[in-house]
């Protein structure tokens, strides 16, 4: 029997709970799914690649289906390269679906062979993003309840390393 693998690639700056949400509900669906740091040159991240792939395995070190890694070219060539076949894409309530159904017919007319799953996410998340999170954080507020909480431990000890800079 061939194994279901899937590919779910965020800049994951920082991993919320809504990204959280999706991979655990991807890997109900799929039997292996690999989450991939997107390197993007046109973001500036809070946290280095490494230290978000650092952070991934730790989260799911006891999830033997989750695979981690990281990614600086087109999503569709990573899924061709390590035979992949389906890209996992969250869609919340809030525009992404246009963006997201031009990108997955992009990336279909590129990788034929992939297809893209759309996974809705749950309503008590739809509103967390990565870029909102961040700005709660810049700004002092309480993001505990959006990301998991290794996660907000590691940007707390990313702020206070800068600080004691």
């Keep these: 029997m061939k194994t279901k693998r899937a590919l779910?690639?965020?800049?994951?700056?920082?991993?919320?709970?809504?990204h959280l949400d999706i991979v655990q509900r991807a890997i109900k669906i799929f039997d292996e799914v690999v989450v991939l740091?997107?390197?993007?040159?046109?973001?500036k991240p809070f946290m280095s690649t490494e230290k978000r792939v650092s952070v991934l395995k730790k989260l799911f070190a006891n999830e033997p289906k989750i695979k981690i890694d990281h990614w600086s070219g087109l999503i569709v060539d990573y899924a061709r390269i390590n035979r992949i076949g389906s890209i996992v894409r969250g869609l919340r309530p809030t525009g992404d679906f246009e963006i997201e159904f031009q990108m997955a017919s992009m990336n279909r007319k590129i990788n034929p062979d992939c297809d893209t799953v759309?996974?809705?996410?749950?309503?008590?998340l739809y509103y967390i993003s990565?870029?909102?999170?961040?700005?709660?954080?810049?700004?002092?507020?309480?993001?505990?309840?959006?990301?998991?909480?290794?996660?907000?431990?590691?940007?707390?000890?990313?702020?206070?390393e800068k600080t004691e800079e």
């Design 130 to 160: 990565s870029s909102l999170v961040k700005e709660v954080y810049h700004h002092n507020g309480d993001i505990s309840s959006f990301v998991p909480p290794l996660v907000y431990d590691e940007l707390n000890k990313i702020v206070s």
């Design 8 to 18: 779910y690639a965020g800049t994951f700056d920082p991993f919320t709970n809504g």
């Design 37 to 43: 740091v997107a390197v993007s040159p046109t973001k």
């Design 118 to 124: 759309f996974l809705m996410t749950s309503e008590k």
